[in-house]
């Protein structure tokens, strides 16, 4: 009988050191400090020195998320992952971000191999990554299977996707655990599908061992078991890892424990590493020490339908431009901000993107397609069709729908500027970007202003900002 331990990061959106964190404390959310490289990075030496059979892996959205690695194309977290003890990871939507030889390029730079077995070169045909690896143990080989994102062409700006093509993954998953059949002792799937999509690829790809989930930022604290196979996921934003201990006789698990571990404040720090993000950092001390203003409410993304963090971009949008509503992407990434100062480098962490500021008309029919298209993203019984991240954020609209309803029926009442919708009528609408509404790109007027110029200049007007908790967005 052997044992092996695997640790599991995902999903950590440049969250480089310690930082605020949100928990639940009964009913209400509650700030502790949590995460950072230079913890996650001491404590898994201090496993793998205990234990020869130790694997370490990456989920994705590894190479964005705030300042340094936005403004450095990824380049900045380079030298701290040199000193991370990872053994392989997997891109995530996000990864992509600096188009495709951008990707190539960092990924040549690191000392443990890039899986994804289901995007390809679209010139070449040919598998753009390594499909999965071989790890040769003490008494144990493991198989390493990648899965990315399988929608970036179709969720994300389209640069993201230049040059490839992506599939769900099925096929070639299927594929990769047949090859390494009588191989290995143990089959893992590091993935970037997103829990529901995870669970259902599972349930239909036989000899799977463990599924590494990511994407989709849940914590999980128990194992979910589909067709034999367990799956994990361990949050996000550097604050969580998900540490599974297992004991495998002939080729098969006798036993598992699994915790999903809180990274705070009592972990020690790997000095090397708290050094190297110390000078990742330094650079934007200016943007990290300038106040842009203040909030009374605790600024998070935790919740489905609607977020804090959310209604404060959208609340700027509207108050920047003369429109009846605004909307956000539903996004899963950024820190929560507690209640205090908030600095021109925490609005970095809540929209890295920065996109640039369109207003489009809609006609309130178009409108209700379009919200019924992202409630079907979010809520689909198919969990491949589950494309989007959370609910569309927005400000000046009130919906009250139902979840379980059918395609294209979910919606039972919508409001504009509190009054019922009317399908005829041209409504003005303010967002961001290219990944919102990409099927009207052609209708979007943009005005070259950029979201963190509107959010400082609203910031500066309201000085402090107490977000109204009312809920808008309403499941019924």
Not at 9 to 33: A, V, Y
Not at 99 to 125: I, M, W, Y
Not at 347 to 375: C, R, W, Y
Not at 390 to 400: D, N, T
Request: hydrophobic share 40%.
């Amino acid at each position: 009988m052997n044992r092996l331990t695997i640790l599991q990061q995902n999903d950590t959106h440049g969250c480089l050191e310690i930082h605020p964190e949100l928990f639940w404390s009964g009913d209400q959310p509650e700030i502790k400090q949590a995460g950072g490289f230079s913890r996650i990075s001491k404590y898994v030496e201090k496993v793998k020195s205990e234990n020869q059979n130790v694997l370490f892996f990456d989920g994705g959205d590894l190479f964005h998320g705030t300042l340094p690695l936005v403004a450095s194309k990824g380049e900045a977290i380079l030298p701290v992952l040199e000193a991370l003890p990872l053994d392989g990871w997997v891109p995530g939507n996000w990864d992509f971000a600096y188009g495709k030889e951008q990707l190539r390029f960092l990924a040549s730079r690191l000392h443990f191999p890039t899986l994804a077995c289901n995007v390809k070169d679209e010139e070449t045909g040919r598998s753009f990554l390594k499909p999965y690896m071989i790890k040769e143990m003490d008494g144990i080989t493991v198989g390493v299977i990648g899965l990315t994102y399988p929608y970036v062409d179709e969720t994300m700006p389209a640069s993201f996707s230049d040059g490839l093509t992506f599939s769900r993954g099925i096929e070639e998953a299927r594929a990769s655990v047949e090859q390494l059949k009588g191989e290995v002792d143990l089959i893992v799937l590091v993935s970037h599908l997103g829990l529901p999509l995870d669970v259902r690829l599972a349930s239909i790809v036989d000899g799977i061992d463990i599924v590494l989930s990511g994407h989709s930022h849940d914590r999980i604290e128990w194992p979910i078991t589909v067709n034999g196979t367990l799956v994990v996921q361990a949050g996000s934003s550097s604050s969580f890892l998900g540490r599974i201990d297992v004991l495998i006789e002939s080729g098969k698990i006798a036993d598992y424990q699994y915790r999903l571990i809180s990274i705070d404040e009592s972990f020690p720090e790997d000095e090397e590493a708290a050094s190297l993000v110390a000078g990742i950092l330094q650079p934007y001390s200016r943007e990290r020490e300038t106040i842009v203003g203040t909030t009374d409410s605790i600024l998070h993304r935790m919740t489905l339908n609607e977020a804090p963090m959310d209604k404060l971009i959208t609340d700027a949008y509207l108050h920047a431009t003369e429109c009846d509503l605004a909307f956000s992407h539903g996004w899963r990434y950024g820190p929560p901000i507690p209640p205090g100062e908030i600095s021109e480098y925490d609005l970095h962490s809540i929209i890295p993107a920065n996109p640039e500021i369109f207003t489009l008309e809609m006609s309130g029919d178009q409108l209700v397609k379009a919200l019924e298209e992202n409630l079907e993203m979010v809520f689909s019984a198919d969990p491949f069709k589950q494309k989007g991240g959370y609910v569309l954020r927005s400000s000046g609209l009130f919906m009250a729908f139902k979840p379980y309803n059918p395609v294209g029926n979910r919606i039972e009442k919508l409001l504009i500027g509190g009054k019922e919708v009317v399908l005829s009528k041209k409504y003005k609408i303010a967002g961001g970007g290219k990944q919102l509404f990409k099927g009207a790109e052609a209708s979007k007027r943009y005005h070259g202003i950029k979201a963190i110029d509107v959010l400082k200049q609203y910031l500066a007007e309201k000085q402090t900002i107490n977000i109204d908790r009312k809920q808008r967005i309403l499941s019924i």
